[in-house]
């Protein structure tokens, strides 16, 4: 038998305890021992929890007692999670965490504690939720050479926009909504602004290069400035916007960023809608695979989290080599990557056609009925090309006293 503690009973946590609770046998089965939750550690009190008998309020019993050998950290954030953590880990017991934040920030840190110690840090739940990307990547692809990982990684996010997409709300409608149904909290910003994207693509961009990946080297966006003007647009051209996190690794380099995107239906992500979550990675000899699922929720993340316990319970006594060390790939500008630009531009279009020739280049013209605008889809071209192209338009505009370009949205879709 395997002593476990949690950390933070709140959504995540509970789950954690119901699985194992519920799914005693066959957890036992899997990992050739039975794991018993000892302790849960939380600042408040559950008098009416299963676990009322187990709630503890200081860390230090759990980190003092030699019994435990597997600790479940669901607290999230950094403070107390990471000196938390890190003192299990030296205390030679293995630890699972949903907590993508404290992954991304101290990964390497605690990875290395880990193989020191000879004991496990496990991370499924931290991307995708209940979707198992992470072990994927250490065993299902071990023989591949990953050349790119794309994601929609963040499900209130998705919701957001698949709402604006099949029902035309405002960006400011579908996330009152998201909140009312508890898939954005209160003060939504980590999501709507790109942060939790990009410290999940730092993470799957780190396990496929084996090496450690700064969250804050990657260009990201969010999506607070998407409107249902846009949607419209899309429509019309049989497309619509994700919010992708987006790495590509060749020669121990890589690209990254986390910017709203336009793809069309033909593209693999296209159909993950709602609060579900999709990634794609190529590689070199199995090429595409899509792997999709509940990005977030009790249950599902909860799931993900046992999984990590089964695994940590069946080697007890050996460090299982995933991760990625303190070597760090190097990092290109995304502003030199490619791709094609959907840009909606004041005033009629056939008053500016000519000037948006000149400056963009040919380009297909969009025009909706009863707007004073319009919209034109570039040719593929380098970010840092568009840019100059995108402020001299603009500036020309505003020369003639004339509103310039009114958005731009990155645009996966062939020429």
Same mark, same amino acid.
């Given at each position: ?25 066959? /957890? ?5 021992? &039975?794991?018993?939750? @000892? *302790? ?16 503890? #309020? ?35 017991? #293995? ?34 939720? =209940? ?6 990547? *250490? ?32 960006? %400011? ?19 709507? &602004? ?28 969010? /999506? ?11 429509? @019309? ?25 336009? /793809?069309?239906?033909? #593209? ?22 899509? *792997? ?45 990557? %490619? ?10 279009? &056939? ?6 020739? =000149? ?19 570039? @040719? ?6 568009? /840019? ?28």
């Amino acid at each position: 038998m395997m002593y476990a503690a949690i950390m933070g009973y709140g959504t995540i946590g509970t789950g954690v305890a119901e699985i194992l609770e519920k799914s005693r046998e066959r /957890i036992a089965r899997s990992a050739g021992q &039975e794991i018993c939750l @000892k *302790y849960v550690l939380d600042l408040r009190e559950f008098p009416d929890s299963p676990v009322a008998d187990r709630v503890i #309020h200081d860390f230090k019993v759990i980190e003092e007692d030699e019994q435990v050998r597997l600790v479940v950290e669901t607290m999230g954030g950094l403070n107390p999670a990471y000196p938390f953590v890190k003192a299990c880990l030296s205390a030679g017991k #293995h630890v699972v965490t949903s907590n993508k934040a404290l992954v991304a920030a101290y990964g390497t840190e605690l990875l290395k504690i880990a193989r020191e110690k000879g004991v496990n840090f496990f991370f499924e739940a931290s991307v995708g939720g =209940g979707i198992p990307i992470i072990r994927t990547l *250490y065993r299902c692809l071990m023989g591949e050479k990953i050349q790119e990982i794309s994601g929609i990684l963040n499900g209130t996010t998705n919701y957001i926009l698949t709402k604006m997409d099949r029902e035309g709300v405002s960006f %400011e409608q579908a996330l009152k909504e998201a909140q009312e149904l508890g898939y954005a909290e209160k003060n939504p910003e980590a999501d709507v &602004e790109g942060h939790d994207t990009c410290r999940k693509i730092a993470i799957l961009t780190a396990m496929a290069t084996g090496m450690e990946v700064d969250y804050q080297d990657i260009n990201t966006e969010g /999506i607070t400035a998407i409107t249902d003007m846009d949607f419209r647009y899309a429509r @019309k051209m049989g497309t619509s916007v994700k919010l992708l996190g987006t790495s590509r690794i060749e020669d121990g380099k890589v690209c990254a960023r986390v910017v709203p995107t336009m /793809i069309s239906k033909d #593209h693999p992500l296209y159909g993950v809608s709602g609060v579900y979550n999709g990634i794609l990675v190529k590689s070199d000899q199995l090429g595409d695979s899509m *792997y999709y699922g509940s990005g977030a929720g009790k249950l599902p993340t909860a799931s993900a989290v046992v999984a990590d316990l089964i695994e940590a319970a069946q080697n007890e006594n050996r460090n299982v080599p995933i991760g990625w060390g303190a070597e760090r790939p190097e990092m290109i500008d995304s502003k030199i990557s %490619e791709c094609r630009y959907f840009v909606r531009i004041a005033g009629a279009a &056939e008053e500016k056609a000519e000037m948006v020739r =000149g400056i963009l280049g040919e380009v297909q013209t969009l025009v909706l009925e009863d707007v004073d605008e319009f919209g034109i889809l570039t @040719k593929k071209m380098a970010e840092i090309e568009f /840019i100059q192209r995108a402020v001299k338009l603009d500036s020309e505009c505003q020369k003639k006293g004339e509103y310039g370009i009114l958005q731009l949205i990155r645009a996966e879709l062939e020429d």
